[in-house]
């Protein structure tokens, strides 16, 4: 991720609470927000050299998503986490186990959140991704051959 990346991260994560309070101790997760930044601006050098730790950072991420949708209060904001952010979260990581050196697991779980989310917005694109990740379909060799 660029910096300009990790910034509308970051920025999305604080506009999720709601303008009517300020932000409180309590709509973060457990984890430091400072150890999300960090891990954020270390994601595009972990993608790079294959880091295997690029995973738990997409998992900080939407653990950080998933609290501030918690508490906004909001039932709509907690079902618009579960259903549109958190599954682009999820294809996210799993396109960067590609860089991981795991394939099939990225394309395992690419089709489970394709067939888990067939309404979601990204779709096409993911069903894209992955029909071009998996590569042409076998040609039918003629009989006899």
Known sequence: ?????????????FCAI????????QDLPAADPTTLIRELQAAEQKRKTADT?????WDLLIEFQGALAGASG??????????????????????DRISQGQPNLAANEML???KKYPTHAD??????????RLGPAPTASPAGE
């Open 1 to 13: 991720m660029t910096g300009r990346t990790t910034g509308l991260l970051l920025a999305a994560a």
């Open 53 to 57: 730790r690029l995973s738990s950072t």
């Open 18 to 25: 709601p303008s009517s309070r300020a932000a409180t101790p």
């Open 74 to 95: 909001s039932d709509f904001e907690r079902e618009k986490f579960e259903t549109l952010v958190k599954p682009r979260l999820l294809f996210g990581r799993a396109v």
């Open 123 to 132: 779709w096409p694109s993911w069903a894209e991704k992955l029909r071009l």
């Open 112 to 114: 489970a959140l394709i």
